[in-house]
């Protein structure tokens, strides 16, 4: 049985800035999401440790939020806006 951990960031995302992502251990699901339904997500494989999503590929989400989703139990993740 698969156990999933999922954590939603109380950060706000502001337009026009890039998400950087640092993690201890990869091997998780990153979504970029809004309350009207629109989304992207991404798959973060364990040999890295840093990832960016760009401004550019959330420009047309409204009011977005940003999530994690873990399979491992472990979710170690801090981002940041530049």
């Known amino acids: 049985m698969l156990i999933t951990t999922e954590w939603s960031s109380p950060k706000t995302i502001q337009y026009g800035k890039n ?12 979504k970029v999401h809004s309350a009207t339904g629109q989304s992207i997500g991404r798959y973060i494989p364990d040999d890295r440790k840093e990832f960016i999503i760009s401004a550019q590929e959330i420009r047309e989400i409204l009011h977005p939020q940003i999530s994690f989703k873990s399979t491992a139990g472990e979710l170690h993740v801090d981002f940041e806006l530049f």
């Open 19 to 30: 998400i950087r992502i640092r993690f201890s251990k990869g091997n998780f699901e990153v």
